[in-house]
Structures are given as C-alpha cells and as structure tokens.
C-alpha cells in the first residue's frame, strides 16, 4: 500500500512518517510499502526531520496547492495523510492569506485529486481549535464548531470540505481533531519549544496575558498513534477526537517549564494577551477509545522531560531558527 503523507516535513507529520517506517508506536506499520512525503518546506518544514535514505521513503518538495504536482503524486498513491497546513495562531492574525491558501485551497486541491484517482481513504488531520472555546466541560464530535483565530477558521473551512467530498462523491475521509501537541522538533515558534530554547539559554520568556488559559497536552507520539488508528479502523465520514487528557494553564506549564529548565520566575515577562485568545480547549474523545481503542501511552511528566532533554541535546537542531514571536 503506498501512502502519500503531506506536511512531514513539520513537527507531527515527520514523528508519523519516523514512526511508520521504524516499526514500532504506529499501529500495522508493516502493511505501507511505501510512504512518498508532499512538503513544500516553509520556514516550518525541515528536511532534517526525515531520513531521506530510508528505501520505503520518497520525497516531493512542493505546494499542495499544485494541481498538476498534487495529480502526479495522487496517481500513486492509494491512500492520504493530510497534516500539510499553517499552523501557527500568531501568524494567522497578522497575516492570514497563506492559512486561506494552504489549508482550505490546498485541502480542496488534495480532496479534488484524490477523488479523480479514486484513493482508499483519506485522513484529514485537524485541531480541536475548530469547536472554538469552551468555559466548562468538553466538546463532542457532534458540537458545532465556532473557530475564533483565522487558523482555526481556515481548519474548519477545510474540515467542511474534506467531509463534503465524503457526503456529495462518497470519498474515504476520515477526520482527526486533536490538542495541543509537545515533543521534540516542534518549530520554536511555538510554546513549550518556545520557552524551553529561551530558558536553556537563561533568556526571557513571554507569557501572554493573565496565563490563565488553558490547554490539553498531548506527546506527538500519541497524536501520530491516534491518526493511524483512525487511518486503519475509523469509519468513511466520520470524525475523530484526540485528547490528551493533561490540561493545564499556561501559568501551570510555565512552572513546568521553569523547573525543567533551571529557571526562575524572574525570567517570565507578561506580554499584552493575543487577540481573540480562547480561554480553554477541551474535547471527549469517547468515541476514539470505544471504537477505536485509542488511549495516550505516554505521560505527560516523563514526556516532557524528555523532550526539554531533546533541546538540551540538539541544539543544532532549533539554535538556526530564530522565533521573533510570542508564545
Ligand atoms: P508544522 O507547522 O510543524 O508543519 C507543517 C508542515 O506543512 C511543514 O513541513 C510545512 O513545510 C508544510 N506546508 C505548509 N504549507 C504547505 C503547502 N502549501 N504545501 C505543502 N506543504 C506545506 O505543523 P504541525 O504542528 O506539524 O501540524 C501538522 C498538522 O496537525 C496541521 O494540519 C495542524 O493543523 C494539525 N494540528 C497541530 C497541532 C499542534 O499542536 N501542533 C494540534 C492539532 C492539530
């Protein structure tokens, strides 16, 4: 079976790929005999996050809003893992042409090709960000969405039409809606990255507003399990959520983060709050664990110190990027 990946070249799409090719997390790895990866290698995307020499693995540098590329590789390939997008909440405010672009444009572009070749399944990786905030209590799969940030709109814009292309020409699209994701590789933009290169190197660390939101963790490695076995066992059309279970406020991953990496509260400046920032992301993924077995592996204490240690120790890797924006 020969799965076209998109995105891999970022932070969970290129955890999916090591995974499928080194067996192990990924559930029924063996039955992809080969993995071609669409990236077109933004600021986000690093080559160095794939082994390249890998024999079951190809690379195509290139914009998923490319028809003729997009058709070229869809031909090939018999089933889709889509995690290509702009990713960042931040950028989407000052600019959001490219999250237009890339995630609803190059979503459809995708879908369009993957109909005419007549592809197995697709899996449209999204976020929980689409249901919007949520004050008490957790969304369901069948709660409306009411994205607030430009990201999370152009997610649930893609969300629509990858799930249109199911209901109107009866293409395999399944949908992954997950939290906020750690580990290691995650561009420093982003805010345990973010924190943890500027803690390392005793700098200051931005928090916005009061740090009273609140987010639900998830390692990169559970995410990555949870989109296979939705690629593997989910049903055509449907929607899967993917929590991690550990929710914290920023003001709690902060002293995390500070613990972890010998800093002090001297080091945490509070910055005017993002605008439109959400209070709090929280999703039931009852249906993911019922139908699909899934259940987050790894904990979110050793997760983290593990992935503070991956900076520590690969410096070369995240000291080139340099972040200029806020957490
Ligand atoms: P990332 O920004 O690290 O990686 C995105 C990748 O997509 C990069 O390699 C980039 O080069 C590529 N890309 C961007 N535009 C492209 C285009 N037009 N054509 C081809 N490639 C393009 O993002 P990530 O954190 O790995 O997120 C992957 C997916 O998972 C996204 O769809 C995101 O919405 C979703 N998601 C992320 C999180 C999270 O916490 N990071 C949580 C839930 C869902």
């Known amino acids: 079976m020969h799965l076209l990946v998109t995105g891999a070249a970022g932070f969970i799409g290129s955890a999916y790929v090591r995974a499928l090719l080194a067996p192990g997390p990924v559930e029924a790895a ?8 669409l ?18 693995l190809s690379f195509a540098q290139g914009d998923i809003c490319d028809p003729e590329l997009v058709d070229r590789l869809m031909a090939r390939a018999d089933q889709v893992v889509h995690f290509a997008a702009e990713s960042h909440v931040d950028r989407s405010i000052t600019g959001a042409d490219a999250f237009v672009r890339t995630n609803v444009t190059g979503t459809q572009t995708l879908l369009d090709a993957a109909l005419r070749h007549g592809v197995d399944r697709f899996v449209h990786v999204s976020t ?3 249901y919007g905030s949520v004050a008490s209590g957790s969304f369901t799969e ?22 249109s292309y199911h209901r109107t020409h009866g293409l395999d699209v399944r949908v992954t809606r997950c939290c906020n994701n750690y580990g290691p590789r995650q561009f420093p933009e982003k ?19 009061d740090g009273k939101n609140v ?28 929590s991690g279970g550990t929710e914290l406020s920023n003001l709690e991953l902060t002293e995390l983060l500070l613990k972890a990496c010998g ?21 039931h993924d009852d249906k993911a664990r019922t139908e699909l077995g899934y259940r987050p592996q790894r904990d979110f204490a050793s997760g ?4 503070v240690a991956w900076y520590r120790n690969n410096r070369s890797w995240w000291e080139p990027l340099s972040p200029g924006a806020t957490a």
């Open 30 to 37: 063996a039955e992809v005999s080969h993995v071609t990866v």
């Open 39 to 56: 990236d077109k290698l933004t600021y986000a995307g690093r080559l160095d996050n794939l082994d390249l020499t890998h024999p079951r």
């Open 128 to 130: 929980d960000e689409v």
């Open 142 to 163: 069948e709660d409306p969405l009411s994205p607030n940030s430009p990201y999370a709109a152009s997610k649930a814009s893609s969300d629509l039409i990858a799930l």
């Open 191 to 209: 805010v345990i990255p973010l924190f943890v290169s500027r803690l390392l190197d005793g700098g200051e660390v931005p928090l916005y507003g």
């Open 215 to 242: 987010r639900d963790w998830l390692h990169v490695e559970d995410h990555c399990r949870g989109v296979d076995l939705v690629r593997i066992g989910g049903r055509p059309g449907e929607i899967y959520n993917i």
């Open 263 to 283: 800093g002090s509260w001297d080091q945490v400046r509070y910055v005017e709050d993002r605008k439109g920032h959400d209070w709090r992301y929280s999703i």
């Open 304 to 307: 983290l110190a593990e992935t």
